[in-house]
């Protein structure tokens, strides 16, 4: 249903179970990230009324997902740790060259937003599977729902604001591209490292 190339291999969970608090405090960061880049959109591109309107619910959504995250931080007696790079955006925000037109701006930006929705699930759908605790595996298995239409959501928003079989064939660029990206990454204790 992702379309990702490459899956993320399931060695990955046993560097999150030895690093809880670490991922705990990445999957925050990521949250509260997930929220700017709404605001960021609405900022940008205030004349999409129908996207605009969903931002504004991303941005509720994905700072409750923050609280969330930040609730089991505390529960664990820990504190949220500094953030950290991403190296897995950084990477992947080089694939689109900078310019272009306003719309061509949206679209990549919405086509980026897809992607990053899409690991994230693909990644919590590995741990709802494969954790030993129970109780945060069930966290993760509602959070990977929430991230799947997240995805479809940027996704379709790109298709109907550019050209359909242009954004189709972008998309599948990227595709590839973040696949060559996810080779040299999954042996970190973060959300996408």
Same mark, same amino acid.
């Given at each position: ?45 205030? &004349?999409?009324?129908? =996207? ?5 619910? #991303?941005?509720?959504? $994905?700072?409750? /997902?923050?609280? !969330? ?62 954790? &030993?605790?129970?109780? =945060? ?5 509602? #959070?990977?729902?929430? $991230?799947?239409? /997240?995805?479809? !959501? ?40």
């Amino acid at each position: 249903m992702l379309g990702l190339k490459l899956p993320t291999d399931p060695r990955w969970v046993n560097i999150v179970e030895k690093n809880i608090e670490d991922i705990l405090t990445d999957h925050a960061y990521c949250e509260q990230k997930a929220a700017s880049t709404a605001i960021s959109l609405i900022v940008g591109f205030p &004349e999409y009324t129908e =996207l605009v309107q969903e931002m504004i619910a #991303l941005v509720e959504e $994905e700072m409750s /997902h923050f609280k !969330m995250v930040h609730d089991r931080i505390l529960e664990n007696g820990w504190t949220l740790g500094r953030d950290r790079k991403d190296d897995y955006v950084l990477a992947l925000i080089k694939f689109f060259p900078k310019g272009g037109s306003r719309t061509t701006q949206l679209v990549h930006r919405l086509l980026y937003a897809a992607l990053i929705e899409a690991r994230s699930c693909e990644r919590f759908r590995l741990l709802s599977e494969e954790l &030993e605790d129970k109780k =945060l595996a069930k966290f993760y298995r509602k #959070l990977m729902i929430s $991230e799947a239409g /997240h995805y479809t !959501m940027f996704l379709n928003f790109a298709r109907k604001y550019g050209d359909r079989a242009e954004v189709d064939h972008k998309w599948e660029q990227l595709l590839d591209y973040e696949a060559s990206i996810m080779k040299n990454l999954g042996d970190k204790e973060t959300i996408h490292g």
